[in-house]
């Protein structure tokens, strides 16, 4: 099977935030686990959000939803190391886009992990996919 290449350029990430490994998230061989860095970058994802003033699933039912996600390991990182998410959002479509992270250890910059999310629109009252707001769009498109 053949590797997953991201690349992502410099432009495409608007914000950072910095997540501490728990001992929680440590994986039978004492470095972080893929399920905890996942959740590390839903964190992340939501922080870029919340310092936009955008709530996940705003008040009138509409939301955002993930629909795939790829990963690409680089490095190990350990309890208590601090990792630093570098956040962006790219590709652009009618109904959505990618979210994109470059993860990497704070005390030597090393690159932990790429990873991309895309995500559509929805509409969780109607349960469908919807137009992506124009008010989204003009607040990271540029």
């Known amino acids: 099977m053949a590797r997953i290449k991201l690349e992502f350029?410099?432009?495409a990430f608007c914000f950072q935030t910095r997540l501490a490994v728990r001992s929680t998230d440590l994986n039978?061989?004492?470095?972080?686990?893929?399920?905890?860095?996942?959740s590390m970058l839903s964190?992340?994802?939501v922080q870029l959000l919340s310092h936009h003033g955008i709530d996940e699933v705003g008040h009138n039912g509409l939301g955002i939803l993930v629909t795939d996600l790829a990963t690409v390991y680089q490095a190990e990182a350990y309890y208590p190391e601090t990792l630093v998410f570098?956040?962006?959002?790219?590709?652009?479509n009618r109904y959505g886009g990618d979210?994109?992270?470059r993860v990497t250890r704070?005390?030597?910059?090393?690159?932990?992990?790429?990873?991309?999310?895309?995500?559509?629109?929805?509409?969780?009252?109607?349960?469908?996919?919807?137009?992506?707001?124009?008010?989204?769009?003009?607040?990271?498109a540029a």
């Open 9 to 11: 350029p410099e432009q």
């Open 28 to 38: 039978g061989a004492n470095h972080l686990g893929n399920d905890a860095l996942i």
């Open 43 to 45: 964190e992340a994802r």
């Open 86 to 92: 570098d956040v962006g959002i790219t590709d652009f």
């Open 99 to 101: 979210f994109v992270f």
């Open 106 to 140: 704070e005390r030597d910059g090393a690159e932990v992990a790429q990873a991309k999310y895309g995500f559509v629109f929805f509409d969780y009252g109607e349960k469908q996919v919807t137009p992506m707001p124009d008010s989204f769009r003009l607040k990271f």
